[in-house]
């Protein structure tokens, strides 16, 4: 699989973590970086990442921070990402099954390393389940669309 990775500072150490493990895994990664612990801002990384799943250049992202919550905020400023802050395994299932996510967002600070790499499996191997969850994701993309001003 292709996994687009993107993080600030906070996350950079995390996001070299789970790299090497996903290419250890077999999967074909893209690293947008940053590429140290040197401060910089979030958005323009995550939202890269964002854009490199919905322009399917990936199949599925993950971003990382601190605390993962500007990151999700930032990919989900593109349009048709759907991010899912994650800190279990429960909530990526969750996320990929009845919502479609197609961004991970993980915090550095917030979950463990170990914790960390089984999200990320637990993300990977989980589906969406469709059914019910069909009509809800339209309805999403509706709220998108008319945000985006294309229902004005």
Known sequence: MRIVLASDHAGFELK??????????GHEVIDLG?????????????????????QGRAELGVVLGGSGQGEAMA???VHGARAALCQD???????RL????NVLSLGARIVARERALSIVAVFL???????????RLAELA???????????
């Open 16 to 25: 070299g973590v789970i790299l090497e493990h996903l290419r250890a895994e």
């Open 89 to 95: 395994e429960s909530m990526a299932r969750l996320a």
């Open 98 to 101: 009845h919502n479609d996510a």
């Open 75 to 77: 990919a989900n400023k």
């Open 125 to 135: 191997d989980s589906g969406f389940e469709g059914g019910r969850h069909v009509g």
């Open 34 to 54: 940053t590429d140290s612990t040197d401060p910089v801002d979030y958005p323009p990384f995550c939202a890269a990442a964002a854009r490199a799943v919905v």
């Open 142 to 152: 509706r709220i998108e669309t008319e945000e985006c001003g294309g229902g004005r």
